[in-house]
T-cell receptor, first 114, second 111 residues
Framework: DAGVTQSPTHLIKTRGQQVTLRCSPK?????VSWYQQALGQGPQFIFQ???????QRGNFPDRFSGHQFPNYSSELNVNALLLGDSALYLC?????????????FGEGSRLTVL | RKEVEQDPGPFNVPEGATVAFNCTYS??????FFWYRQDCRKEPKLLMS???SGNEDGRFTAQLNRASQYISLLIRDSKLSDSATYLC????????????FGSGTRLLVRP
């Protein structure tokens, strides 16, 4: 049973570019959350998708957007990249009716912005 | 003030030692509490949920003090494999799906 898979694993972009990160949730999971983890910090909540809609959003600018597809997979898009967007982007999935907080994370996409 | 505060460590302990981590949280409306473990350059993994009555899972014991907004994790008989960063996590409040992570406490267990 595959866990949460993310792609790409590493990528390098320049300031002003746009990036799309992809996530496939664990089998049977219908909810996907995205987190940003800067070096030496804990993950920060970007947003959560459920039933193809953004259910809750953290304190991130509109440059960060997402999508969830009917098969529950998800994308995170970041426009007009800034140096400060360099981080590990983690996707986490959870099944229905699970206690909030019991998340299964993917290995992340490590983004470097030059 | 950070929403979840942890001592960054590192805590450097010998095998077999008992070590305790603490964290405080600022949102009194938080309802769910967790400890996650993160190995170097890996994804966080749920270690255990924390319940009001306290709970134990093998060598790991978690406690919650809602009045003081304080969470603890005790590891007994430390193993080399326990070396990792331990993240204290709370949800963002009643009916919130957002998880708020502390910056983590780094544990190094030496032979």
């Amino acid at each position: 049973d595959a866990g949460v898979t993310q792609s790409p694993t590493h990528l390098i972009k320049t300031r002003g570019q746009q990036v799309t990160l992809r996530c496939s949730p664990k089998s049977g999971h219908d909810t996907v959350s995205w987190y940003q983890q800067a070096l030496g910090q804990g993950p920060q909540f970007i947003f959560q998708y459920y039933e193809e809609e953004e259910r809750q959003r953290g304190n991130f600018p509109d440059r960060f957007s997402g999508h969830q597809f009917p098969n529950y997979s998800s994308e995170l898009n970041v426009n007009a990249l800034l140096l400060g967007d360099s981080a590990l982007y983690l996707c986490a999935s959870s099944p229905p009716d699970i206690r909030p907080g019991e998340l299964f994370f993917g290995e992340g996409s490590r983004l470097t912005v030059l | 003030r950070k929403e979840v505060e942890q001592d960054p460590g590192p805590f450097n302990v010998p095998e077999g030692a008992t070590v305790a981590f603490n964290c405080t949280y600022s949102n009194s409306a938080s309802q769910s509490f967790f400890w996650y473990r993160q190995d170097c350059r890996k994804e966080p993994k749920l270690l255990m949920s924390v319940y009001s009555s306290g709970n134990e899972d093998g060598r790991f014991t978690a406690q919650l003090n809602r009045a003081s907004q304080y969470i603890s994790l005790l590891i007994r008989d430390s193993k080399l494999s326990d070396s990792a960063t331990y993240l204290c996590v709370v949800n963002g409040g009643d009916s919130s799906y957002k998880l708020i992570f502390g910056s983590g406490t780094r544990l190094l267990v030496r032979p």
